[in-house]
């Protein structure tokens, strides 16, 4: 008699669980993703780093980051050397850039090519508004700010 009783038991909670698999994908997931799209596959020119304004132009090379999706690299330039590596796109805006590789020219103006070297490997968030993308620290100021190109 137990047993049978264990096994209505068991097949209550398998029906149960069952029906979880027709849930709706939250709307978070759909917007992530979106978001992610936007950020991918597009041009962003470097205008400000850790809340300075950026010039167009450093060292005759426009600052710039791209993020690809197919292969989750990124490319950047602080306007001397090439920058690449990998990142990771999480939920809620969450971003992670590793270090890759670099050319390494020596140029009259470093400065900016290291600040944004740093800014991609201390972002841990990102915040997306119309054609502006900031790279962030947690809740603090953002490190780099960067304008689509269209």
Wanted: hydrophobic share 35%; with cysteine.
């Amino acid at each position: 008699m137990k047993s049978i009783q264990y096994f209505g038991f068991g097949l209550c909670l398998l029906s149960l669980s069952a029906c979880s698999i027709f849930k709706k994908p939250s709307q978070d997931t759909g917007k992530e993703s979106n978001q992610s799209n936007v950020i991918t596959e597009r041009k962003w020119k470097l205008v400000e780093l850790a809340g300075q304004p950026v010039a167009d132009k450093v060292n005759g090379k426009e600052p710039f980051l791209l993020l690809q999706k197919s292969d989750n690299r990124y490319s950047a330039s602080g306007g001397c050397n090439g920058i690449g590596g990998t990142f990771t796109l999480q939920g809620n805006g969450r971003i992670k850039f590793s270090q890759g590789m670099s050319t390494m020219m020596a140029c009259e103006n470093m400065e900016i090519e290291h600040g944004l070297n740093n800014a991609l490997i201390t972002a841990d968030n990102y915040t997306l508004s119309g054609d502006n993308l900031s790279l962030n620290k947690a809740r603090m100021a953002p490190l780099a700010r960067f304008k689509a190109v269209k």
